[in-house]
């Protein structure tokens, strides 16, 4: 009976050549999850050790021409039914977006069709003609006559830096050329940042360009280094690129960039975008959508409303971006963080959450007075009785604080490396500076004056400074502080640390802080990064965040609390309309609502709980307050919003003792809960416990190996790895089982050296029943073990080494025993007799 690879080599390629599939159509082993250069299997952690899981690939995927897929293809060995691989088949069709997914044994075909939703036997594969009829018929504009741009080839990778697009780049593009295609005129696509959505804008012009779907493409987004990388990836189209500065009109090329700024400014009286004709654009690309200015590029695009319109955002629709959604209308493909996560093309990243004392308890200034704290308030500024963390650096500034947070994060950057890239997001560039100030100070022994450096707008050379901390060749500048200049825009693969200094309210601007972390780095080798968070943003991490399986976050007990309020002028006490009321039920929930002409607002279904409400309206000052719901009783407050009027100046409290309260450093992975050292410690106690309720269990299962691997294997889908607690608990020499039983049931923590020497003191005898070239690779064996653990005794590749290699390696070990068998035999009752004591 053959394996599958035989199946598939003797069996299978018959099939597909006598339907008519030459090998310039089909694509064996067919990664989902590759990157050419440097990404194979979804990068997870243990410790800080990133590994990689075995890549998703499918069998055979069938291509109609090189830039259209239009089936996959499963094989099983002969063992199995032809309908074995359906299912699997099924999964990666709907991945690659195509409609026939088929499965084999290399005598029956099965295939599922996507377009009639029906299953059915074969007696042969359709041939390439065959299924493009089928699904032509079903997308009718792909068999329009002329110039198809779906089946235009991509750019070649020659000219476009050696790029090709992925699986879900292709998709998207496809997608969009389709839709295009159709007669729609507004598309979205909604890709997480580091995705490449500019490089699926390139390919979707050239495609068409090439095609002769369309002649002129303007690129519009709202900086000028967004504007300029774009420039870049579009490079294949040479001289025919423009870019569009103020004051310059040029009506002779086809591709053109500009930012906002640009296009709205003043030349002769009118809008610079008004200099061309409304017919002048086929395609309009607006990037970061979700961010730029609704009502400048809407008056933008009306200008040009028989141009296609694609919209490209990084985030899902949200009550602060549903403006852009009710625009170009629901995404033709959305490709999350999360999923880009799972497919191993972007960095997995691992949570630091820390909290001082004053971000825990608050900032009560009686307390402070009392402590002798100096206290300073400037005219305009109205004092508080207490202050929470989204005030700081706001509203109050803590030296303090400041300078405590700092001292954390380099005693971190010291343990991490104290040459990772690093970028710190502060409240204003006051903050920034201050920090950086702090941060260069504690690493001032290094040697390097630029060590930390403030990259805000006001900087003459911010410009300069980033592209120095940019390239992954500089060892200098390493950190870089920030108020908002780096939040979007910008491209730092070797970033490995992301921190937050400041409050996040906003979904859409937290997911834009952690993209600058999200892309991998051959250069520097970084597979993850890491989210230092010192005021509670990662509360942000959502759906979109989670990669495929992982559950959301349940919000338990019951919802029929209600709250009403009204919001006034403080001065006049008239009410004020349309504000916006915002509600934080729990961390990754928001509900708005507006108030109406008596100023009114309300919220039903809220939890009985402390809920953050967030009151703003145009000319007023944001207000943020806590208010706490009860169940069956309605909640009514009176908000009074104070009229925005000239910059009052920050109070400034000095002295205070700023303390760590609680650092969670481990996450459970599949539920994106994070814990501290001693929560991490319970969470495993738990799950061994639940796993094998006595010691005695525990034991059995260790001594057997493939009962100790599954075993391991369900603690790591736990986010539970041995090695990660030895570390942390400075144990590394000992020994997985004892670790394990100590968490668990108290037992005594032995080392592997103690171990070995109990063995031979007291299991003489089982070594003496061996010839001594045999009881020769037991000792070599158990020597392995007292090295690097148990896994030694069970992995094959042990072999290989010294000692055995001088032995003749597998083979001669196994002349050593007489039989494969026999070795198996005595390797097993080794382990067993080794933790027996």
């Given at each position: 009976?053959?394996?599958?690879a ?14 008519g ?7 064996r082993e067919h990664?989902?999850e590759?990157d ?16 990689r899981?075995e890549?998703?690939k499918?069998d055979y995927?069938l291509?109609y021409s090189?830039?259209l897929?239009?089936?996959v293809?499963?094989a099983?060995d ?9 299912q ?8 690659l977006d ?7 044994n290399?005598h ?11 299953q059915r036997?074969?007696?042969?594969f359709?041939?390439?003609?065959e299924l493009?009829l ?8 792909l ?15 020659a ?8 699986y879900?780049?292709?998709v998207?593009i ?6 295009t295609?159709?007669g729609?005129?507004?598309l ?9 959505k500019?490089f699926?804008?390139f390919q979707?012009?050239w495609k068409m ?10 690129f519009?987004?709202d ?7 774009a420039?870049?990836?579009?490079s294949?189209f040479?001289?025919?690129r423009?870019?569009?500065t103020?004051?310059h009109?040029n009506?002779n ?12 400014s003043?030349k002769?009286?009118?809008?610079l975008?008004e ?6 654009f086929?395609?309009i690309i607006i990037d ?7 009502g ?5 695009l009306q ?7 694609i919209g ?7 009550d602060d971006?549903i ?6 209308g629901?995404?033709?493909y959305e ?7 799972e497919?191993?093309f972007?960095a ?11 971000d825990k308890?608050?900032?009560?200034i009686?307390?402070a007075?009392?402590?002798?704290a ?6 305009g500024a109205?004092l508080r009785?207490?202050?929470?963390t ?8 803590l ?10 994060l380099?005693g ?5 490396g104290?040459?990772q890239?690093t970028?710190?997001f ?7 500076a201050k920090?950086?100030e702090h941060?260069?100070n504690?690493?001032s ?7 930390a450096?403030?990259i805000?707008?006001?900087?003459p050379?911010?410009?300069e400074?980033?592209?120095?901390f940019?390239?992954s060749?500089?060892?200098?500048p ?5 108020a908002?200049?780096?939040t ?5 693969p ?13 979904p859409v601007?937290f997911?834009q802080?952690?993209g ?6 051959s250069?520097?080798?970084k597979l993850?990064?890491?989210v ?7 509360r942000?991490?959502d ?7 992982e559950p959301?976050?349940v ?9 009403d309020?009204v919001?006034?002028d403080?001065?006049?006490g008239?009410p004020v309309?349309n ?14 609502d ?7 607002f309300a ?5 009985g ?10 000319g007023?000052?944001r207000?943020?307050?806590?208010v706490?719901t009860?169940?069956?009783?309605p ?7 104070r009229?925005?009027?000239p910059?009052v ?6 002295g205070?003792?700023?303390?760590i309260a609680?650092e969670?450093v481990?996450?459970?992975e599949r539920t994106?809960q994070?814990l501290?050292?001693?929560e ?5 106690r738990?799950e ?5 309720p006595?010691?005695q269990?525990l034991?059995?299962?260790?001594m057997d190996a493939?009962?100790?691997?599954a075993?391991?294997?369900?603690l ?6 041995v090695?990660?607690?030895a570390?942390v ?6 020994d997985?089982?004892d670790l ?9 923590v ?11 003191n007291f ?6 029943g061996?010839e001594?070239h ?9 020597d392995?073990y007292?090295l690097?653990?148990?896994n030694?005794?069970v992995?094959?590749e ?5 000692p055995f ?12 025993f ?11 009752e080794?382990q067993?007799?080794l933790?027996?004591m």
């Amino acid at each position: 009976m053959l394996n599958e690879a035989d199946t598939r080599a003797k069996l299978v390629d018959p099939l597909l050549h006598a339907a008519g599939w030459s090998e310039d159509r089909i694509r064996r082993e067919h990664y989902l999850e590759r990157d050419r250069q440097i990404t194979r299997g979804r990068i997870y952690l243990v410790g800080d050790e990133p590994r990689r899981k075995e890549p998703k690939k499918v069998d055979y995927l069938l291509r109609y021409s090189d830039a259209l897929p239009i089936a996959v293809v499963e094989a099983k060995d002969e063992s199995h039914e032809p309908e074995a691989g359906i299912q699997r088949a099924k999964m990666y069709a709907e991945a690659l977006d195509v409609v026939f997914a088929y499965s084999t044994n290399g005598h029956g075909i099965v295939e599922f069709d996507f377009i009639t939703n029906t299953q059915r036997q074969l007696p042969q594969f359709p041939t390439p003609d065959e299924l493009w009829l089928r699904l032509t018929a079903f997308r009718t504009v792909l068999g329009r006559g002329g110039a198809n741009p779906v089946l235009q080839p991509f750019c070649p990778p020659a000219r476009c830096g050696n790029r090709e697009p992925h699986y879900f780049q292709e998709v998207a593009i496809n997608r969009s050329i389709q839709a295009t295609m159709q007669g729609q005129k507004r598309l979205l696509l909604a890709m997480a940042t580091g995705t490449g959505k500019t490089f699926v804008a390139f390919q979707i012009a050239w495609k068409m360009a090439k095609s002769r779907w369309l002649r002129r493409v303007l690129f519009v987004t709202d900086r000028n280094i967004l504007r300029d990388n774009a420039y870049n990836t579009f490079s294949p189209f040479e001289d025919a690129r423009f870019v569009i500065t103020e004051g310059h009109v040029n009506l002779n090329r086809d591709v053109y960039f500009g930012i906002y700024q640009a296009l709205w400014s003043e030349k002769e009286g009118r809008r610079l975008f008004e200099h061309y004709p409304p017919d002048f654009f086929d395609l309009i690309i607006i990037d970061e959508c979700h961010r730029s200015g609704f009502g400048t590029w809407n008056e933008i695009l009306q200008h040009f409303p028989g141009a296609v319109q694609i919209g490209m955002t990084a985030t899902p629709k949200r009550d602060d971006n549903i403006d852009t959604y009710d625009y170009f209308g629901d995404p033709v493909y959305e490709y999350s963080l999360g999923q880009g996560i799972e497919d191993g093309f972007l960095a997995t990243y691992k949570v630091h959450k820390v909290r001082t004392n004053v971000d825990k308890d608050g900032l009560h200034i009686e307390d402070a007075q009392s402590q002798g704290a100096e206290i300073y308030v400037p005219d305009g500024a109205e004092l508080r009785d207490v202050y929470h963390t989204p005030q700081f650096e706001r509203e109050i500034t803590l030296p303090d604080r400041i300078a405590r947070m700092s001292e954390h994060l380099a005693g971190l950057l010291r343990k991490f490396g104290p040459m990772q890239k690093t970028m710190i997001f502060c409240v204003d560039m006051d903050h920034a500076a201050k920090v950086a100030e702090h941060v260069q100070n504690h690493f001032s022994h290094l040697g390097y004056p630029d060590y930390a450096i403030r990259i805000v707008s006001e900087e003459p050379d911010a410009r300069e400074l980033f592209e120095q901390f940019q390239d992954s060749d500089r060892q200098t500048p390493v950190v870089a502080s920030t108020a908002d200049l780096l939040t979007t825009g910008v491209d730092v693969p070797s970033a490995r640390n992301i921190v937050f200094m400041k409050t996040v309210a906003s979904p859409v601007v937290f997911k834009q802080i952690v993209g600058r972390g999200t892309r991998t780095d051959s250069a520097t080798g970084k597979l993850w990064f890491r989210v230092i968070d010192y005021t509670n943003a990662t509360r942000l991490f959502d759906d979109w965040d989670r990669p495929p399986g992982e559950p959301p976050e349940v919000c338990t007990g019951p919802r029929n609390c209600r709250l009403d309020g009204v919001v006034t002028d403080i001065d006049t006490g008239e009410p004020v309309e349309n504000a916006l009321v915002t509600v934080l039920p729990r961390p990754n929930e928001q509900l708005q609502d507006r108030t109406d002409a008596s100023g009114a607002f309300a919220f039903s279904g809220l939890p009985g709980a402390a809920v953050t409400l967030i009151v703003t309206a145009s000319g007023y000052r944001r207000r943020q307050l806590t208010v706490t719901t009860v169940e069956a009783e309605p909640q009514t407050v009176w908000i009074e919003l104070r009229p925005e009027g000239p910059p009052v100046g920050k109070i400034r409290v000095r002295g205070l003792e700023v303390t760590i309260a609680d650092e969670a450093v481990f996450v459970v992975e599949r539920t994106g809960q994070q814990l501290t050292l001693r929560e991490y410690m319970d969470h495993t106690r738990r799950e061994v416990e639940r796993q094998t309720p006595t010691l005695q269990t525990l034991r059995e299962i260790w001594m057997d190996a493939a009962k100790r691997s599954a075993f391991l294997e369900a603690l790591e889908r736990e986010s539970i790895f041995v090695d990660v607690l030895a570390e942390v608990l400075n144990q590394p020499r000992a020994d997985q089982f004892d670790l394990l039983a100590s968490i668990a049931f108290g037992a005594p923590v032995r080392t592997r050296d103690e171990r070995v020497t109990a063995f031979r003191n007291f299991e003489q005898a089982f070594l003496e029943g061996y010839e001594a070239h045999a009881r020769e690779v037991l000792l070599a064996l158990l020597d392995k073990y007292r090295l690097a653990g148990v896994n030694e005794l069970v992995q094959p590749e042990v072999f290989r080494v010294s000692p055995f290699d001088r032995m003749g390696q597998a083979p001669g070990v196994i002349e050593r025993f007489g039989t494969a068998e026999r070795l198996r035999a005595a390797v097993a009752e080794m382990q067993r007799r080794l933790y027996s004591m």
